[in-house]
């Protein structure tokens, strides 16, 4: 009845560091039966054991059609947000860059693909660029972030910057008036 993933109760959480360093998945094991699934979303103390901070100070939610692109966004120090992101409904694929100046994979990006089947969760530390496209009707997409929003501490790449070259994967998306308005990478004065 539900195409979900089962697997006995003493499994434990699949982490995956990514290439760009401090960004990991998880994926929780998702307990599923004939009444439905249960999954343990957030636990402070595991997730402080990845590295990821305890407290968390803002949650956002987005409902989107599919092909509704939004990013590449982020918050600038000292409003700087760690995001802990998952899709309750639908997929995206998700893309970050990372845009910390002394890191050894400034200016590259990776995507991961999250949905409602495996409930794959991604971390982004600060010091990274965040966006999302829509890959179904109907997508519900969440954040826990580790610092509030503050409109004059934000900032943003073009979706279809030439040098970061991301292939999201379709050729027309919805993208907003001012998401169509950020700038390019190579003028990025990134302060991480």
């Not at 439905?36 to 803002?58: C, D, H, T, V, W």
């Amino acid at each position: 009845m539900f195409p979900r993933k089962s697997a006995d109760l003493d499994s434990n959480m699949k982490v995956t560091q990514l290439h760009l360093e401090g960004a990991i998945t998880m994926e929780p094991t998702v307990y599923s039966d004939d009444r439905g699934y249960f999954f343990e979303s957030y636990n402070a103390e595991r997730y402080k054991s990845y590295g990821i901070p305890e407290i968390f100070l803002q949650d956002n939610q987005s409902f989107s059609a599919k092909g509704v692109l939004r990013g590449l966004h982020f918050q600038n120090p000292p409003y700087e947000q760690g995001k802990l992101v998952r899709v309750i409904q639908g997929s995206v694929l998700d893309v970050i860059v990372d845009i910390r100046k002394k890191s050894a994979t400034y200016g590259e990006h990776v995507s991961v693909k999250l949905d409602d089947i495996d409930q794959k969760m991604l971390w982004i530390p600060p010091g990274f660029a965040h966006g999302f496209v829509s890959l179904e009707a109907n997508t519900i997409f969440v954040y826990k972030c580790t610092k509030v929003y503050n409109k004059a501490a934000e900032g943003g790449i073009i979706w279809n910057d030439p040098d970061l070259n991301i292939n999201w994967n379709v050729s027309n998306p919805l993208v907003s008036e001012k998401d169509l308005e950020l700038g390019i990478f190579k003028n990025l004065n990134s302060v991480f």
